[in-house]
């Protein structure tokens, strides 16, 4: 999708409303050559078409893409293992304060495990 038409779409909506991909908030946008982290995959579009428009494909490694950079909570907890999450607009909050939770086990686990490596690189050779 072009940015023009992205932009044409947006507009229709609430400018208030929340914007996500995958169901994660856009952290920034990021202009990237076509061919950065792979090549770029573009589908093709009928526009006389109803509903699913999408008529081919191409792959392509010149020009430029606008890559939308999304985050979820886990991936930022990754960094902020402490990072405060607001679930009171939840009508159930208990599934997802069980994911949080997770999300904070696994990152506690994995610098544990990092700290005894780093404890075991670090310690001198105990010869018997």
């Known amino acids: 999708m ?5 932009i044409r779409q947006l507009q229709q909506f609430d400018p208030e409303i929340e914007v996500c991909v995958d169901n994660k908030d856009i952290y920034f946008l ?4 076509a061919y950065w982290d792979g090549k770029l995959q573009l589908l093709l579009h ?3 078409k109803r509903g699913w428009s ?23 907890i990754w960094n902020v293992p402490d990072l405060p999450v607001d679930l009171s607009e939840l009508r159930s909050q208990e599934e997802w ?4 939770a997770q999300y904070r086990a696994d990152v506690n686990a ?3 495990k990092i ?4 404890a075991k690189k ?7």
């Open 2 to 6: 072009k940015a023009k038409e992205l």
């Open 30 to 33: 990021e202009p990237k050559p």
């Open 46 to 48: 009928d526009p006389s």
């Open 54 to 76: 999408i008529v081919g494909a191409k792959v392509v490694e010149k020009g430029e893409k606008l890559n939308i950079v999304a985050l979820s909570i886990e991936d930022v």
């Open 97 to 100: 304060a069980g994911r949080v």
């Open 110 to 112: 994995c610098l544990r």
């Open 115 to 118: 700290e005894l490596e780093k």
């Open 122 to 128: 670090n310690a001198p050779d105990q010869q018997p």
